[in-house]
């Protein structure tokens, strides 16, 4: 059984940094996109970074040069490091995974609709 378990976020001040993490368990596909997304309060839920099975990374242009996806070494926690934060990052982050995923930069220009499994989701609020 695959299980997806954020942590991280919180209130942070504009300009400010956090760092999400998911841990993820019951995976073992050799091929797959796994990533962060949001969704604000009356917004659509967006793609804000993936990475696949190959190491290639992508983001949303308005995270650019801010934020950073990564995972461990045994591929079995995903990280968001988030830098420069602004009061349009607030939103609900999720992490998911995708087993039939095998290029990033599609994923990331989705809403995850192909994405099958998910995380309950943790909070990050910007003030500014």
């Known amino acids: 059984q695959v299980q997806l378990v954020e942590s991280g976020g919180g209130s942070v001040e504009a300009g400010g940094s956090t760092r999400l993490s998911c841990v993820i368990s019951?995976?073992?596909?050799?091929?797959?996109?796994m990533g962060w997304f949001r969704q604000a309060p009356g917004k659509r839920r967006e793609g804000v970074a993936t990475?696949?099975?190959?190491?290639?990374?992508a983001y949303r242009d308005s995270v650019k040069g801010r934020f950073t996806i990564s995972e461990d070494g045994a591929k079995s926690i995903l990280y968001l490091q988030m830098n420069s934060l602004k009061p349009e990052d607030t939103a609900m982050y999720y992490c998911?995974?995708?087993?039939?995923?095998?290029?990033?930069?599609?994923?990331?220009?989705?809403?995850?609709?192909?994405?099958?499994?998910w995380g309950q989701g943790t909070q990050v609020t910007v003030s500014s």
């Open positions: 998911a995974a995708d087993p039939d995923c095998s290029n990033a930069r599609y994923a990331v220009g989705t809403h995850g609709a192909n994405f099958d499994y």
């Open positions: 990475i696949d099975s190959d190491g290639d990374t």
């Open positions: 019951g995976y073992t596909f050799s091929t797959y996109c």
